[in-house]
């Protein structure tokens, strides 16, 4: 079992930065990717970014957020990140941190789940 709990969300001005950890533990060295969800009211949970933190850190994210967001690990903390810059009020929804085996966009391919955090951009 690997356990994610995620933190560092909040009211943002648009423009604004914030930065989201997932904080992982258990049996982490079973998942080599770890990715970020969010699910806004009355739509369905989508993909925003995903690391693999085994070959290198490489990156996938949501064409929505690339050139905003950025993805990154630290292995000695068992800790992602997700920075968060230049925010639109369309960024608004519970983001989620996942672990998983492969950084893939589908969430049904990723085995662990955190409880989410809300993030809410002002315009």
């Known amino acids: 079992q690997v356990q994610l709990v995620e933190s560092g969300g909040g009211l943002v001005q648009a423009g604004g930065s914030l930065r989201l950890s997932c904080a992982a533990s258990?049996?982490?060295?079973?998942?080599?990717?770890m990715g970020w969800f969010r699910q806004a009211p009355g739509k369905e949970r989508e993909f925003v970014a995903a690391?693999?933190?085994?070959?290198?850190?490489?990156?996938n994210y949501a064409d929505s957020v690339k050139g905003r967001f950025t993805i990154s690990g630290d292995n000695a903390k068992n800790t992602v990140y997700l920075q968060m810059d230049s925010l639109k009020p369309e960024d608004t929804a519970v983001y989620y941190c996942?672990?998983?085996?492969?950084?893939?966009?589908?969430?049904?391919?990723?085995?662990?789940w955190g409880q989410g955090t809300q993030v809410t951009v002002s315009s």
């Open positions: 996942a672990a998983g085996v492969l950084t893939t966009t589908r969430a049904a391919q990723y085995y662990y």
């Open positions: 258990g049996r982490t060295f079973s998942s080599r990717a």
């Open positions: 690391i693999n933190i085994w070959s290198g850190g490489s990156t």
